[in-house]
């Protein structure tokens, strides 16, 4: 059975940083891409960013480029999100996901670690 578990959330000031951890079990972690994702309330899921298989590509949404980079440690079976400089916007539920890199869809989902950001 699949398991992803983010942690790493909490309550930081504006023009802090954060670092998401997702630990990935029951998948050949290295050959998935992963994904990060949010929800904030009232407002649609937004693709935060994706990392893939290998590492060696990523995708960054435009609200976040420049400030949040992703990473993993295919050894460690965990991918990161690394947060920085982050606004009172950023606020939402991160979730991270997994996509075996032959699909188009993410298969697995965590639950999701929540985020805020005070002004």
């Known amino acids: 059975q699949v398991h992803l578990v983010e942690s790493g959330g909490g309550l930081v000031q504006a023009g802090g940083s954060l670092r998401l951890s997702c630990a990935a079990s029951?998948?050949?972690?290295?050959?998935?891409?992963m994904g990060w994702f949010r929800r904030a309330p009232g407002k649609e899921r937004e693709h935060v960013g994706a990392?893939?298989?290998?590492?060696?590509?990523?995708y960054y949404a435009d609200s976040v480029k420049g400030r949040f980079t992703i990473s993993r440690d295919n050894a460690k079976n965990t991918v990161y999100l690394q947060m920085n400089s982050l606004k009172p916007e950023d606020t939402a539920v991160y979730y991270c996901?997994?996509?075996?890199?032959?699909?188009?869809?993410?298969?697995?989902w965590g639950q999701g670690t929540q985020v805020t950001v005070s002004s």
């Open positions: 996901a997994a996509r075996d890199r032959g699909n188009d869809i993410y298969d697995y």
């Open positions: 990392i893939s298989w290998s590492g060696g590509s990523t």
């Open positions: 029951g998948l050949t972690f290295s050959s998935f891409d």
